[in-house]
């Protein structure tokens, strides 16, 4: 039986009434820009995230775009984050015309090290930017403690809903950053109907600041205090955003479920390495990613077995044909580089039914001689 990485049929089969229900009166009304759906939405995220305000946008991208935007960082800044991410994350630090300047990964995590984002530091340095990577928040407290004064920009575009506890309180994803962005990618842990995103912040002044950015730079009508973009968010993708979170919770603990299911039936074979969760952390495992020796055939393998599964991801950042000019050699960030060439996902998809998860299972242990 073949599993597919992500089965986002059977997630809409089982809520199909509900979001045709919350579209319908979009559609009915025929507005769909921004609008009460957006509002409504951005309220939710905001109580969901533990901030004072939210603000919805195009997609994950502008979110940081327009997070860095929002923070005046531009030519000649250096913005501190990870080359082991989706690309946005540095993309955006350069289209803002700013530096990205890349440290290396905790090789447990995945997630940024804050001694190593403290030590890079100079006086160009306008923020950092770590990633709640595959569903775990970054070690956010951490760098806060050793960078106070710096600006940090949480790219949890893969991680709405995870939390981490500090100082023995959890918080959430988004909630101790300056701005916190999320992604509503389609296949994402919550994913819209098309593309989506949304920044959050405790600051007033910042939230104003990202609400003209988003509509080019305008508060009243034809009226530009700054140069900003068009980046909203649908109306009808709020109104699906809005009509999927209330089973968000659920979705991640079914996720956290096969996860441990995975790491109980991979426990006897010690060429793989499980996911690490930190003690203070509750992962929502957009990804379930493990490390394993010879990739390359357990990935052929995978394949014979029908088994769909993804690198996550397969060349850092600093050593993207794009960003040759920043000088970054082959082990500037070895971490990096050795995640880039063992780390391979598996389907953790909340729909996965018990017959899926152990043709998975079958077919990793199968590559092991077990
Ligand atoms: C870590 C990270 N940052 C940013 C993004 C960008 O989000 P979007 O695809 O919505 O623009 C993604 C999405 O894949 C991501 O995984």
């Not at 089965?7 to 919350?22: F, G, S, T």
């Not at 290396?104 to 306008?126: E, F, M």
């Not at 006897?268 to 929502?284: H, K, L, M, N, R």
Request: aromatic share 10%; glycine share 6%; with cysteine.
């Amino acid at each position: 039986m073949p599993v597919p990485l992500l089965d986002l049929k059977a997630q809409h089969a089982a809520i199909r009434e509900a979001v045709l229900a919350a579209m319908l009166p979009v559609v009915d009304d025929q507005a769909f820009i921004l609008g009460k759906p957006v509002s409504e939405l951005e309220a939710d995220v905001a109580k969901l995230s533990g901030t004072k305000f939210a603000v919805g946008c195009a997609n994950g991208t502008d979110a940081l775009l327009l997070a860095l935007r929002a923070l005046e960082i531009g030519r000649n800044d250096e913005v501190i984050t990870t080359p082991f991410t989706f690309f946005a994350t540095a993309g955006t630090i350069h289209n803002a015309g700013a530096t990205p300047v890349f440290v290396d990964i905790d090789p447990r995590t995945y997630n940024i090290r804050p001694d190593l984002a403290a030590a890079a530091v100079t006086s160009r340095t306008k923020a950092v930017m770590p990633v709640d990577l595959f569903g775990q928040i970054a070690p956010i407290e951490e760098i806060r403690r050793l960078m106070p004064r710096t600006p940090l920009i949480e790219d949890a575009a893969q991680s709405i809903g995870a939390r981490r506890s500090i100082d023995c309180e959890w918080r959430m994803a988004g909630e101790v950053a300056t701005i916190g962005t999320f992604s509503f990618f389609p296949s994402k842990n919550l994913g819209g109907y098309g593309d989506g995103g949304m920044m959050v912040t405790q600051d007033e002044a910042l939230y104003n600041r990202l609400m003209r950015l988003r509509t080019h730079g305008s508060v009243k009508t034809y009226f530009h205090e700054e140069v900003g973009y068009n980046s909203r968010l649908d109306a009808l993708q709020a109104a699906v955003l809005k009509a999927k979170l209330p089973y968000l919770a659920k979705w991640s603990a079914k996720r956290r479920e096969n996860a441990a299911f995975y790491n109980a039936a991979f426990a006897d074979i010690g060429d793989i390495v499980t996911p690490y969760v930190e003690p203070a952390s509750e992962s929502i495992f957009n990804q379930y990613t493990i490390r394993v020796p010879r990739r390359d055939k357990f990935r052929e393998h995978l394949t014979a077995r029908g088994i769909g599964h993804s690198v996550y991801y397969p060349l850092p950042l600093h050593l993207q044909p794009c960003f040759a000019y920043l000088g970054y050699k082959a082990g500037a960030c070895p971490e990096s580089e050795k995640a880039a060439n063992e780390v391979v996902s598996l389907p953790v998809f909340p729909e996965l039914t018990r017959a899926q998860l152990d043709e998975v299972v079958a077919a990793v242990r199968a590559f092991f001689g077990r």
